[in-house]
Nanobody
Framework: QVQLVESGGGLVQAGGSLRLSCAASGRTFSSYAMGWFRQAPGKEREFVGTINRSGDTTGYADSVKGRFTISRDNAIYTVYLQMNSLKPEDTAVYYC?????????????????WGQGTQVTVSS
C-alpha cells in the first residue's frame, strides 16, 4: 500500500510557475513509476506526465511538453512537477499516482494508487 500526498498548488498569474510535490509513504517508492494527471471542472481526468522508477526517463502530454518537467528523489520518496509558462487552461486539480507494473504510465487505468489532488488555478 502506498499513500500519496500532493502539495504546492495555488493561484498564479499566466506566465508564472509552480512546483508541485507528491510525497509517498513506504520504502517501496522506487518500485513505482509515477505519474501526474489533472482534471478540470466538467472534464475527464487527463494525463500530464510520467517518470520511470529510476527517474531517467520521462513522458509528457503534448499540451505541456516543453513547459512542465517531472523529476523524482527516491531518497525522500518524492516526485515533483515543475510547471513553467502556465496558462489559464492549465487550471485543474492535479493528482499524482503510482504505477506498480509499467515502466511509464500514460493511462489512468494503469495506476494503482492516487493522491487526493491539489488545486492549481492560473489567472489571465
Amino acid at each position: 500500500q502506498v499513500q500519496l500526498v500532493e502539495s504546492g498548488g495555488g493561484l498564479v498569474q499566466a506566465g508564472g510557475s509552480l512546483r508541485l510535490s507528491c510525497a509517498a509513504s513506504g520504502r517501496t517508492f522506487s518500485s513505482y513509476a509515477m505519474g501526474w494527471f489533472r482534471q478540470a471542472p466538467g472534464k475527464e481526468r487527463e494525463f500530464v506526465g510520467t517518470i520511470n522508477r529510476s527517474g531517467d526517463t520521462t513522458g509528457y502530454a503534448d499540451s505541456v511538453k516543453g513547459r512542465f518537467t517531472i523529476s523524482r528523489d527516491n531518497a525522500i520518496y518524492t516526485v515533483y512537477l515543475q510547471m513553467n509558462s502556465l496558462k489559464p487552461e492549465d487550471t485543474a486539480v492535479y493528482y499524482c499516482a503510482a504505477d506498480r507494473d509499467y515502466a511509464l504510465g500514460y493511462n489512468a487505468n494503469e495506476y494503482d494508487y492516487w493522491g487526493q489532488g491539489t488545486q492549481v488555478t492560473v489567472s489571465s
